[in-house]
């Protein structure tokens, strides 16, 4: 196309056309719209929708497949639209790509990137972590990798295939690592609704009531931020062994490794009942003169956490209202690009209080080797 300048895409855009409406392909860095031709593959249609989105310089070269001819690439010349970005021509095994301007501690540089299928036996032989494709829980135990390996591999996002979740036991525990959103709010609204009505009702003083739960609702935001912080962000105080690592990984390093999992992103009931109960015995104590009060607080604050889930699977998974368009992008900043900053989930505030707020600067172009 003489006289023009043809644009250019990122890996996850070419990504995106990968239907029959819409058909993009790429060899090396040039990017391809064969949409017109897919009903008029040889082959079929199907064949070639196989690889949309994808690089197709293999597959044109196999023998077993058939080795395409000359006028094969003559057409696809003919279909050129554009070009990966030359700082992004070669792209990684995590989404990323060489000479791509990228965030040194996650490899990414997009919210976008975060979705980019990650190719498991690429990503498995380049960086020798975990292989997507075999339960995670038993690779991490019998591993021996080192601590300051482990953070910096599970800090690099990646995205297993088709968006379904990664193998994590391989057993018959592996539904109970899973748990769909709708779950929080049908197992714990009822009892803290009940709780509510209990408390209220011993309490007999409706603003009294009203001012002990909404402390109790209050006071989550502050636990959330504490717990995020300092308990799911506990990266220079971790044990460098095993058994510490894989706690890590389980409450939440599993999280930033696969931040998209949509399964694996609230929390199952069972481990909310383990981390909920010292604040059972904490708000008990606190209002030791007022079991109602106790009650109120309490159910408060589990609101405030039902609240939490569901706002963070939200921001992971739904397209939202503007006020929370932009606490989505300072969310999934802390994913791609600052997992030491951006600890506030439901808001900022605490952040802001804190100190640590993100603020990020342009990503950098790093080469890869």
Not at 11 to 33: F, L, Q, R
Not at 171 to 196: C, R
Not at 296 to 306: E, K, N, P
């Amino acid at each position: 196309m003489p006289g023009q300048t043809l644009p250019t895409f990122t890996p996850a855009e070419v990504e995106s056309h990968n239907s029959a409406k819409s058909c993009y392909v790429t060899i090396g860095s040039k990017v391809y719209d064969i949409t017109s031709f897919v009903d008029d593959h040889p082959g079929g249609g199907d064949l070639v929708l196989e690889y949309a989105g994808k690089d197709v310089t293999e597959i044109l070269r196999d023998p077993v497949s058939h080795t395409h001819s000359e006028s094969a690439y003559e057409i696809l010349e003919d279909n050129l639209v554009g070009f990966i970005g030359s700082e992004s021509s070669s792209k990684c095994a995590n989404g990323s790509a060489n000479g791509k301007p990228v965030y040194a501690s996650t490899g990414m540089s997009t919210a976008e990137d975060l979705s980019v299928e990650t190719d498991a036996v690429q990503d498995y032989q380049k960086h020798k972590f975990l292989d997507l494709n075999k339960p995670l829980l038993m690779q991490l135990w019998n591993s021996g990798f080192s601590k300051e390996f482990y953070l910096e591999q599970v800090h690099r996002p990646r995205h297993y295939k088709g968006g379904d979740s990664a193998p994590l036991f391989g057993n018959f525990l592996e539904p109970l690592s899973k748990t769909a959103w709708y779950v929080v709010p049908i197992v714990w609204l009822p009892p803290v609704l009940y709780g509510t009505y209990l408390g209220a009702s011993g309490l007999g003083r409706a603003p009294a009531a009203a001012a002990y739960w909404l402390f109790g609702f209050f006071l989550w935001s502050l636990i959330e931020y504490l717990m995020h912080r300092f308990l799911f962000h506990l990266d220079k105080y971790l044990p460098d062994n095993r058994v510490g690592i894989t706690l890590h990984f389980l409450l939440h390093g599993i999280h930033h490794y696969l931040p998209m999992d949509k399964y694996r992103l609230v929390m199952p009931p069972s481990l909310f009942v383990i981390l909920a109960t010292p604040f059972w015995k904490l708000a008990h104590t606190v209002f030791y003169y007022n079991w109602n009060a106790a009650v109120l607080a309490y159910c408060g604050g589990v609101f405030g956490y039902i609240c939490y889930d569901l706002t963070h699977y939200f921001l992971h998974h739904r397209n939202l209202p503007s006020y929370y368009k932009g606490l989505k992008k300072y969310h999934l900043e802390h994913h791609f690009a600052d997992y030491d900053n951006g600890f506030g989930v439901t808001s900022r505030f605490w952040d802001w209080v804190f100190g640590t707020e993100l603020e990020l600067p342009p990503p950098k172009v790093l080469k890869t080797q």
